[in-house]
């Protein structure tokens, strides 16, 4: 068994190079660094674009606020939902293909309309597999790492109950936020850059989400107050997990967060008692640094 379980702190070295169970191969495809997503946007949107037709994923479930779907939004939106309809399954396919199965997060990944998360001049690539700059030298991660870090933390080890609370730490444009919001029952999301706070806030009101709560402050504190909750994602990468974070899992709960600084591997962290705590190291990734305060 090469799960690890340990007390934490874990130490850098316990953390890092191989020391848990990898699950899976290197992650493939870009990888959301400011300089990749600005390759990204200024490459043209080829990618996967003789996909197949996807697997019909299951339907999405229906959260207490519902994202409108083309045929019932409003018509300044409906034609701007109905095209970009193929194109999100389109991306929804590559992702399975990529390895995710939970036909849940594939379905919440259908629905977000990913354009709505990217300005303007940007939005024809918005269903590429790739992350793409969002300002403030921040990114908008790639569909495919959204779906695996949520698909992740969602695998039941808390006997197949459903996801009531999570925690989203590093909002950004609020698109993975969104995608949560169809997996969980309540969402918070924390983002320690104050108008990127108030970008995604910007960008979630026309969907209209009721079960989500954007929180502006240091994620790396999370939100006692709310806590437990039934999982955890880092959007951004640490050299460890901050302790405050793994207190705050509810026992049986995972957090997923990339550790790393050049190098950067996926590690699912599970509480398993009241100071126990095990972890996995999973695929390589890249994202951008974890950082402490506001600004
Ligand atoms: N979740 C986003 C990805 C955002 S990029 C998506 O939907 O694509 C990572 C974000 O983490 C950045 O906006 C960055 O400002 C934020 N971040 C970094 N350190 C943080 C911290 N300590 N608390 C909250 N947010 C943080």
Do not use: K, S
């Given at each position: 068994m090469s799960d690890q379980r340990s007390n934490?702190?874990?130490?850098l070295s316990s953390v890092t190079g191989g020391a848990g169970r990898t699950t899976k191969p290197a992650a493939r495809g870009p990888v959301a660094t400011p300089q990749t997503a600005t390759r990204n946007a200024a490459s043209t949107a080829t990618q996967g674009g003789s996909a197949k037709a996807p697997p019909a994923p299951a339907p999405a479930p229906r959260p207490p606020s519902y994202v409108p779907k083309a045929s019932s939004a409003p018509a300044a939106q409906r034609s701007d939902l109905m095209a970009t309809e193929a194109v999100r399954r389109a991306m929804v396919a590559r992702v399975a293909r990529q390895g995710v199965a939970n036909p849940k997060v594939l379905a919440a990944l259908e629905t977000v309309p990913r354009h709505l998360f990217i300005e303007p001049a940007l939005s024809s690539q918005a269903y590429i597999d790739a992350s793409l700059p969002i300002g403030h030298n921040q990114t908008i991660s790639q569909p495919y790492i959204v779906a695996r870090m949520i698909e992740l933390m969602s695998e039941s080890v808390r006997g197949g109950k459903a996801l009531e609370r999570v925690l989203e730490i590093g909002t950004g444009c609020g698109y993975q936020a969104a995608v949560l919001s169809f997996v969980a029952k309540e969402v918070y999301s924390i983002e320690r850059i104050k108008p990127l706070h108030e970008l995604a806030k910007t960008n979630l009101r026309p969907l209209r989400i009721s079960n989500l709560r954007l929180q502006y402050g240091d994620g790396m504190l999370g939100l006692p107050q709310v806590a437990p909750f039934d999982g955890i994602i880092l959007a951004a990468a640490g050299l460890e997990v901050p302790q405050a974070l793994l207190e705050q899992l509810a026992i049986g709960a995972h957090l997923v967060a990339p550790v790393g600084a050049q190098v950067q591997h996926l590690h699912r962290i599970t509480r398993i008692g009241k100071s126990e705590w095990t972890s996995e190291t999973l695929e390589a990734c890249h994202f951008v640094p974890l950082r402490p305060g506001t600004i």
């Open positions: 934490f702190p874990l130490p």
